[in-house]
């Protein structure tokens, strides 16, 4: 039976009864709205521990001033339909006052790395989830940490905040679910409408266009970024906020591409601004 938990004493009690069991947890961070991406982070926890954790938590940290806190969808009954039918044992659902009290000062910054990227339009994200994450593993103490490639830049905050806090948490980084079409699954598609949805396609027709270059030999960054931009220009309500091919730990900026460097992109579909990658 799933069980919820809202408060940090009750989510404290849980895991110090499961670890003197010695169970082991698994844990799948989301803010929500849950789909198949999230189901299917929450399928292989499920495979590799035994006990599953989720937590639904909108972090207001990870938002700007103009983003979409206040709009993101909420849904939680539906949530918990789904994580029942898929056997997860606990969803921790705190509000913020119980993450953040008032007195809350406490910043984590993943220097070099939250200013790249995604982080251009959005500053202090970065710094947002790496407090929340922190917090989070400290209280659920996982095993192993689920999380999805969707989200390229955050799984390498996330791992480099492992390795240079050196917390005991095994971080497992998922592939990107998507629809028939290619477009990755995301909360926030919710806000697109039916002419947006079919021009939000550029975003992984772009990254396959990437692919096939250098699978035909092209390596020169600047070459593929440019037929890149093209795909995505060519829809009428696409605005190109960033395309970078990255190295996948440091997200400096390749010249030339490697085996295992990151193409990622963040395009705005009118108003809604959707992420994207894949591994070259
Ligand atoms: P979110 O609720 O958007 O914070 O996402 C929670 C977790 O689900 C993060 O680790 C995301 O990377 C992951 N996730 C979101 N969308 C997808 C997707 N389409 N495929 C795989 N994982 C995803």
């Not at 169970?23 to 982070?41: D, R």
């Not at 996982?142 to 492992?162: L, N, S, W």
């Amino acid at each position: 039976m799933l069980q919820v938990i809202t408060s940090i004493s009750d989510i404290k009690n849980k895991i110090q009864t499961l670890k003197q069991n010695q169970l082991t947890i698994g844990f799948v961070p989301t803010m929500g709205a849950l789909h198949e991406g999230h189901l299917s982070l929450v399928r292989q926890a499920k495979k590799e521990n035994d006990q599953v954790f989720v937590s639904i938590f909108i972090n207001p940290l990870q938002f700007g001033k103009n983003e979409d806190f206040r709009q993101y969808p909420r849904v939680f009954d539906k949530d918990c339909e789904l994580l029942s039918s898929e056997g997860v044992d606990i969803v921790f659902n705190p509000i913020p006052a119980e993450m953040y009290p008032d007195d809350f000062c406490t910043s984590v910054i993943p220097r070099h790395l939250e200013d790249k990227l995604c982080g251009k339009s959005r500053p202090g994200h970065f710094r947002g989830v790496a407090v929340v994450v922190l917090k989070l593993f400290n209280l659920v103490k996982p095993d192993i940490a689920y999380f999805g490639q969707k989200d390229f830049q955050q799984t390498v905050v996330i791992k480099r905040i492992v390795s240079d806090l050196n917390l005991d948490v095994n971080i497992k980084i998922l592939p990107t679910i998507r629809d028939n079409e290619g477009l990755a699954l995301s909360s926030r598609n919710a806000y697109l409408n039916e002419t947006e949805k079919k021009d939000a396609l550029c975003l992984y027709s772009s990254l396959v266009k990437a692919q096939s270059m250098v699978n035909a030999g092209i390596k020169k960054a600047e070459e593929i970024l440019l037929e890149m931009e093209k795909v995505i220009n060519n829809c009428k309500t696409a605005r190109i906020d960033y395309i970078s091919i990255v190295n996948p730990e440091t997200l400096a900026a390749v010249p030339r591409v490697r085996k295992g460097d990151v193409v990622a992109l963040a395009v705005r579909i009118g108003k809604t601004r959707l992420i994207d990658n894949v591994i070259l």
